[in-house]
């Protein structure tokens, strides 16, 4: 196992203030934001609106690393050029995600398990040999009146840790999501505990399937309260809870986390990471950094809107959200740097 080389390449992810770009969404999700707004869901497009992305000039200043879609890896620009080559043409690291997606756990009504383990070995060989560097695999835990269960937690945890395991094999740093959705009217105390729960048995999970956690990325939620709670606390509030948690159950030999959005706003996900940086980040044992999907892409992806001439304003408005999370895992982020 290329242990060495995996190590380098996760403390890279997360080196110079750097954070990674989600453009990962599979058919499903992707056609459904551009269903919102009226763009054709075709391949086509969704080629097109991928090379708006990595095409956008000065992307390599706060974008560490870029998590692609299998669809994508197979597409090429205008200009031939394959998307791999191009993000790594920037010194851009580019990662894929390889989960298959969530089905409802047997049993256990409004709870998934993510899929995906099965030939996940020979897909993997295949994703190094085409010059990826890394994975990401998302588990997604509902929470809910008696949910989530330990059933549903261990089941979760155990495919992360089978997958994290197959992916150091083949050499790749895998990204470890684990994500508590925000859906939902619970608090703030209730997402802490169940994220605690969830953590320290992935981190148990991570143990016994013998992965090693120098080289591999941890992306949870933020502990932050329902979506639907009438209790929002303050952005310091957040910070605060989120390290707390996360100092309690990520070992120091992680070298970084890298956050999910989650569907948070683009300026309230930002600001959250500005807060912990601030206050906490020399006195904590990993990068606090981001790899959002929409709190990224939002903003561009509604300037694009499927036209070719809104591609250069779509990629100043992601340059611009780009910055200012690199401004946030530099504690200096403020709201009028909007
Ligand atoms: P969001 O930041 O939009 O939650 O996406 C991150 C991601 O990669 C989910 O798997």
């Known amino acids: 196992m290329n242990v ?25 999700t992707c056609n459904k934001r551009f269903a919102r707004l009226g763009i054709p869901e075709t391949a086509d ?5 991928r090379e708006m992305i990595v095409t956008t000039e000065g992307l390599n200043k706060s974008i560490s690393g870029a998590i692609l879609f299998d669809e994508t890896i197979r597409q090429h620009l ?7 080559k191009t993000l790594t043409g920037k010194g851009i690291i580019p990662g894929i995600k390889v989960d298959g997606g969530t089905i409802e756990l047997a049993g256990h009504p409004g709870e ?34 008696g949910i989530p269960t330990i059933a549903c937690i261990e089941a979760n945890a155990h495919a992360l840790a089978r997958y994290a395991a197959l992916c ?39 143990y016994s399937q013998g992965v090693v956690l120098e080289a591999m990325i941890l992306k949870p939620n933020m502990i932050v309260p329902g979506l639907d709670c009438k209790i929002q606390e303050t952005v310091e509030e957040v910070a605060d ?9 990520v070992p120091a030999a992680v070298p970084g986390i890298a956050f999910l959005s989650g569907g948070q706003s683009s300026e309230l996900a930002t600001a959250r990471l500005n807060a912990m940086n601030l ?8 990068e606090v950094s981001f790899s959002f999907g929409r709190a990224l892409q939002e903003p561009a992806l509604d300037i694009w809107h499927g036209e070719e001439s809104n591609v250069p304003k779509a990629q100043k408005a992601l340059f611009h959200r780009a910055t200012l999370n690199a401004a946030a895992r530099r504690g200096e982020y403020t709201a009028e740097k909007e």
């Not at 380098?8 to 203030?17: C, G």
């Not at 205008?78 to 791999?84: H, L, N, R, V």
């Not at 206050?279 to 990993?286: A, I, V």
Request: net charge positive; glycine share 8%; proline share 2%.
């Open 45 to 49: 497009f969704r080629c097109a609106y």
């Open 168 to 206: 150091q094999e083949a050499g790749l740093v895998p990204i470890v999501e684990p994500e508590v959705l925000m859906d939902g009217d619970h608090s703030l105390a209730r997402c802490f505990e169940v994220t605690e729960q969830v953590l320290h048995i992935v981190f148990a999970q991570l």
């Open 241 to 249: 809870a989120t390290v707390k948690c996360l100092l309690r159950t």
């Open 279 to 286: 206050r906490f980040k020399s006195k904590l044992p990993w």
């Open 112 to 145: 998934k398990v993510t899929q995906g383990l099965d030939n996940l070995r020979d897909r993997l060989i295949e994703y190094a040999k085409m010059g990826l560097k890394f994975a990401k695999w998302r588990a997604v835990i509902t929470i809910g009146e």
């Open 4 to 28: 060495k080389g995996m190590t380098e390449t996760a403390k890279a992810l997360v080196a110079n203030n750097k954070g990674l770009l989600a453009m990962d969404e599979s058919f499903g």
């Open 78 to 84: 205008k200009d031939g050029t394959s998307f791999i």
